[in-house]
């Protein structure tokens, strides 16, 4: 373990290895789906996808989204348990940016970018929501009335 909470070593090696991986982050309930497979004709892919209930609805979300690809073996993931800059601090990010920009595919740390600006939105307006008190949030102080 380290100061994130996990080991970035090991979080670093399957980032390195897995054809298809899904980061989860703790106050979110999009999800950061990335398939690193890749062709002539299609690139790799990074992309904020709503939580599958199942692994099989996971499965065939990512079929409908890559229907040129065969269905991986497996589908890798992981938590990240705290804020996205911190993802990004950890060297994690950059980590999944070189690895797909390696398949030398014009545009993509482009789409990497504007990923990230999606996640750092999505955490935004999450963290907005707890401050209102949304209902998926409770309250530990009320404000008496006077």
């Not at 991986?21 to 999800?31: P, Q």
Request: hydrophobic residues 40%; negative net charge.
């Amino acid at each position: 373990m380290d100061e994130f909470g996990m080991d970035l070593d090991e979080v670093m090696e399957v980032i390195d290895s897995a054809d298809v991986l899904v980061v989860r982050f703790a106050i979110l309930d999009k999800r950061l789906l990335i398939d690193t497979r890749h062709d002539e004709v299609d690139g790799p892919l990074v992309k904020l996808v709503p939580k599958a209930s199942s692994v099989e609805e996971r499965f065939r979300s990512l079929r409908e989204l890559r229907p040129r690809f065969a269905l991986p073996e497996k589908i890798v993931s992981f938590t990240w348990p705290r804020q996205m800059e911190t993802f990004r601090l950890a060297g994690l990010w950059s980590r999944i940016v070189d690895r797909l920009v390696a398949s030398g595919y014009t545009g993509v740390k482009e789409q990497c970018e504007a990923v990230f600006g999606e996640l750092l939105e999505e955490e935004k307006a999450e963290v907005m929501t707890a401050i209102r008190g949304g209902s998926n949030y409770q309250s530990l102080w009320e404000r008496k009335e006077q």
